[in-house]
């Protein structure tokens, strides 16, 4: 027998897979349960917007037809909307299709790109795939105003000659930390310019701290700037993957080339274009969060539970402990969280924003687990 993993390339033999949130319909059909909600992979409890619901259905009948390669009116949408042209826009399938076409375009054997520990796990993977060296850097303290958050310095002195691509994630999944724009903007001056910087905005929305960046105006000052927005998150469209960057025109095109010709689907295409007018359903999901943020900061602080504080759509709290077992009763109670072990925080769980009824079942099942 032929062992073919030896034959993989160098990243991929030591490569572990992206673990995702047990889905659903998984979950009651393992335990026979009915009624489970899922709070596991930061999805907008709302849905989508009605208006991306219906514009799919306007397009059904042409299903036999290839999306639009180049997402022409898309991308027009989403170039009025932070003030570029079309031509600085990469769609993705899904924000993490944008990350992958990064790696492949700037990194290869004896280079390397700097993330920071416990940051979204991707990076480590499509780094490691193109057999390239991921460098974390180390992260602030826990007692830190953003407790293991993106130290910057840290990341700074990670970066070399070698350095291709520099991950910062802001805000943070799993920790829900963030930059300032005088902190980043800082950060970005003081990178070599032969290195691009990917600031991954996938909980942009999100975030109502006036010291947040829109990073995306940044592109003109920054040439190596690659800006990720995903359309999963506020716009509920996690299921269609669809994603973009806002980058110079020069390394949008470097993108594009290694881009396959129909990476985003057509439904994906109409529903973001819907959806992106949708801003009634933009500004209702960002109430429900902030308020749910709230309501599970409450209850977790009530329960006596540490949580890192977030801007996210997500709490990623301290059971002080290896969470296994409460995962494991919540799972049995209909609740479906996220260990985050993988990175990094082997005591933490993390929990998606819900509706304030999702938020309620999983505080009371979290009563019933810690009781027991
Ligand atoms: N970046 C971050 C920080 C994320 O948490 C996620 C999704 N979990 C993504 C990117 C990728 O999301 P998508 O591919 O759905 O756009």
Known sequence: MVDFSVLAVPGVQALRPYEPGKPVATLERELG???????????????????????????L??????????????????????????????????????????????????????????????????????????????????????PFGHDLESMLARVDTDTRVVFVAN???PTGTWVSAEDLERFLSRIPAETLV??????????????????????????????????????????LRLGYSVSSAGVAELLNRVRQPFNVNALAQTAGLAALADTGHVAESVRVNREGLAQIGAGLRERGLDFIPSVGNFITFDMRQPPAPVYERLLHQGVIVRPVANYGLPTHLRVTIGTRGE???FLAALDRVLQA
């Open 359 to 361: 938020n309620d079942r």
């Open 33 to 59: 349960i009915r009624d489970a909600v899922k709070l596991a992979s930061n999805e907008n409890p709302l849905g989508p917007s009605p208006r991306a619901l219906a514009a799919i259905q306007t397009v």
């Open 171 to 173: 805000p943070n999944n």
């Open 61 to 146: 009948g042409d299903l036999h037809i290839y999306p639009d390669g180049n997402g022409f009116a898309l991308k027009q949408a989403l170039a009025d909307r932070h003030g570029v042209v079309p031509e600085q826009i990469i769609l993705g399938n899904g924000s993490n299709e944008i990350l992958e076409l990064v790696a492949r375009a700037w990194l290869a054997p004896g280079r390397n790109a700097v993330f920071s520990e416990h940051a979204f796990a991707v990076y480590p993977l499509v780094v490691q795939a193109v057999s390239a060296e991921g460098r974390a850097a180390s992260v602030l303290p826990a007692d830190a105003s953003q």
């Open 198 to 239: 990917v600031v991954d905005e996938a909980y942009a929305e999100y975030v109502e701290a006036a010291e947040y960046p829109d990073t995306t105006q940044w592109v003109p000052r920054f040439p190596n700037l690659i800006v990720t927005r995903t359309f999963s998150k506020i716009h509920g469209l996690a299921g």
